[in-house]
């Protein structure tokens, strides 16, 4: 099977320009794709710091590295929970509040390109089959039969 038969070879190939795209627009205010996608995900009242990289599919390393960047850069600061003292809850600093802003500005204007030139019933298609996918994926167990002959042969 050639690479471009392959589903994951699309997703990633459309994820990777979706990236460019997005870290493009954030550099011309000196951010990154990664620093707009965690200020998408900041409530109002604050988030604790557990539950942003699950909600995004980050991997903790990689959201504390983030994180500290931002807060070096003023756009976030952390308060312990009130009710609890073991969370910490990541909040916007009036400049975070900003790039945000710009940040749903630029997700939004690309979604509305999407939607102007993609045919509606084939959006719907195309989001039925991500779910899909994604449900299948998360359910599957896929690999647990396979046996990892070669590395226990080593």
């Given at each position: 099977?050639?690479?471009?038969?392959?589903?994951?070879?699309?997703?990633?190939?459309?994820?990777?320009?979706i990236?460019?795209?997005?870290?493009?627009?954030a550099?011309?205010?000196?951010?990154t794709?990664?620093?707009?996608?965690?200020?998408?995900?900041?409530?109002?009242?604050?988030?604790?710091?557990?539950?942003?990289?699950?909600?995004?599919?980050?991997?903790?390393?990689?959201?504390?590295?983030?994180?500290?960047?931002?807060?070096?850069?003023?756009?976030?600061?952390?308060?312990?929970?009130?009710?609890?003292?073991?969370?910490?809850?990541?909040?916007?600093?009036?400049?975070?509040?900003?790039?945000?802003?710009?940040?749903?500005?630029?997700?939004?204007?690309?979604?509305?390109?999407l939607?102007?030139?993609?045919?509606p019933?084939?959006?719907?298609?195309f989001?039925?089959?991500?779910?899909?996918?994604?449900?299948?994926?998360?359910?599957?167990?896929?690999?647990?039969?396979?046996e990892?002959e070669?590395?226990?042969?080593?």
């Amino acid at each position: 099977m050639k690479p471009e038969q392959t589903i994951d070879f699309h997703l990633r190939w459309l994820w990777l320009k979706i990236i460019r795209i997005y870290n493009t627009e954030a550099s011309k205010f000196g951010g990154t794709m990664s620093v707009g996608y965690v200020l998408l995900n900041i409530d109002k009242e604050g988030t604790p710091s557990t539950k942003l990289g699950p909600k995004m599919g980050i991997e903790s390393r990689s959201l504390t590295r983030t994180l500290k960047s931002m807060e070096e850069k003023g756009l976030i600061y952390k308060l312990q929970d009130e009710n609890d003292g073991r969370m910490v809850l990541i909040h916007l600093t009036e400049e975070g509040k900003m790039y945000r802003d710009t940040s749903r500005e630029v997700v939004l204007k690309l979604n509305e390109f999407l939607h102007e030139n993609i045919d509606p019933k084939e959006l719907e298609i195309f989001f039925k089959v991500a779910t899909d996918i994604n449900n299948l994926l998360d359910n599957s167990g896929i690999y647990e039969d396979v046996e990892l002959e070669n590395v226990n042969n080593k």
